[in-house]
């Protein structure tokens, strides 16, 4: 099956029958030292469409969650459900030349019934390292875990050169299915400690 190339702002439906993906992200930084971070949020959402965290962050897949989470002895990380794996942190953006810097596994029959969207961001862990500008190539895409076809992928423009945060995507169930959108929402001045307090 040929790879959806996804716009800011489309959407991808995620077969019914798929039940495990990956979502995968890559980015280059050059010569520069910008730790970039990725992380995944399972969030309850409201009747206005406002997410917040479930379960006091239960399933706040980040590095400031590490006291909720699991850690395993390859510097990975998951929820204690297992619904929500990364792969470790990327310090350098050396790994998207032969594939992802960092990926969130979505294990969506595991996920708990009142999380209805994920929602994936990066961010620079400090503002002295710069800001997106200083980033070239960066992606996101989502694949079969069983398989490991590529589903559909969204190349970041380079649109986000003030920004320190970027919502990239978000993966969100609707009448039991889910669907993942590219997002594409970069916040300038804003880090992951803003992103929590927000969804707190």
Known sequence: MATFKLDKGSKFAIDKGIQNVVIGLGWDVGGKTVDIDAHAFGCVVN???NPSFYNDASHA????NMGQLKKNPN???ETVDGSLH???DDRTGGNSVSGDDETITVY???LPVDITEVSIWITIHEPKMGTFGDVKNAFVHLLNKDNSVELCKYNLANEFATARAIQVGSLYKKDGLWTFAAI???LDNVGLGEILEKLS
């Open 47 to 49: 009747g206005a469409g």
């Open 61 to 64: 897949l980040t590095y400031a």
């Open 75 to 77: 510097k990975s990380f």
């Open 86 to 88: 990364h792969s470790g």
């Open 108 to 110: 969506l029959d595991k």
């Open 184 to 186: 594409g929402a970069g």
